[in-house]
């Protein structure tokens, strides 16, 4: 069974701070990708990546992916309330199936 | 974009009756859509991966005969939860392949409730 560790569970900081968001995992997966999940809500995908080493941006987000493609990050800078949600990691194996790192819960205090 | 309805939003039924949970891919074909189930402060976990005209694989642990999926077409699936209990009570979401840059889109989840 695919794992992956995820850190940290809760994270609550100031507006305007920076944070980073860590995926972590013994497997290799096909691609990996984070998404966002607002309550009672279905997940958003904000990225995928694919690429070992890969680095991609979303305004203020930077994904990056590990060179060996079991490990993952996510920065955000320069945090705002809207920002407040669930985001979790997902790592995609061989048969198209996501596993889900176990989220991080971001709250952005105004 | 790809959209994924998934029916209805939620559900409160009465212990022992059973409840079906529809997805259905509304813009493009799903030969494959996924079940997973979330309970409170948690992450996703999967259930099951539901195939088009075949058998849906179930992840360990996951009771087939009470969790009944049925894919009997390239844009619905379909999860029955059979003599639900209070236990199954959950938020449960599927989630599709849209074929399309690696994407997946989810449904917007349907929380049951069972009392």
Known sequence: TQLLEQSPQFLSIQEGENLTVYCNSSSVFSSLQWYRQEPGEGPVLLVTVVTGGEVKKLKRLTFQFGDARKDSSLHITAAQPGDTGLYLCAGEGSARQLTFGSGTQLTVLP | ?115
């Not at chain 2, 790809?2 to 079906?20: D, F, L, N, R, Y």
């Not at chain 2, 309970?39 to 058998?55: D, V």
């Not at chain 2, 399309?100 to 989840?109: A, E, L, P, R, V």
């Open chain 2, 1 to 115: 974009g790809a959209v994924v309805s998934q029916h209805p939003s939620w559900v409160i039924c009465k212990s022992g009756t059973s409840v079906k949970i529809e997805c259905r891919s509304l813009d493009f074909q799903a030969t494959t859509m996924f079940w997973y189930r979330q309970f409170p402060k948690q992450s996703l976990m999967l259930m099951a991966t539901s195939n088009e005209g075949s058998k849906a694989t179930y992840e360990q642990g996951v009771e087939k005969d009470k969790f009944l999926i049925n894919h009997a077409s390239l844009t619905l699936s379909t999860l029955t939860v059979t003599s639900a209990h209070p236990e199954d009570s959950s938020f449960y979401i599927c989630s599709a392949v849209t074929g399309i840059d690696y994407g997946y889109t989810f449904g917007s989840g349907t929380r049951l409730t069972v009392v």
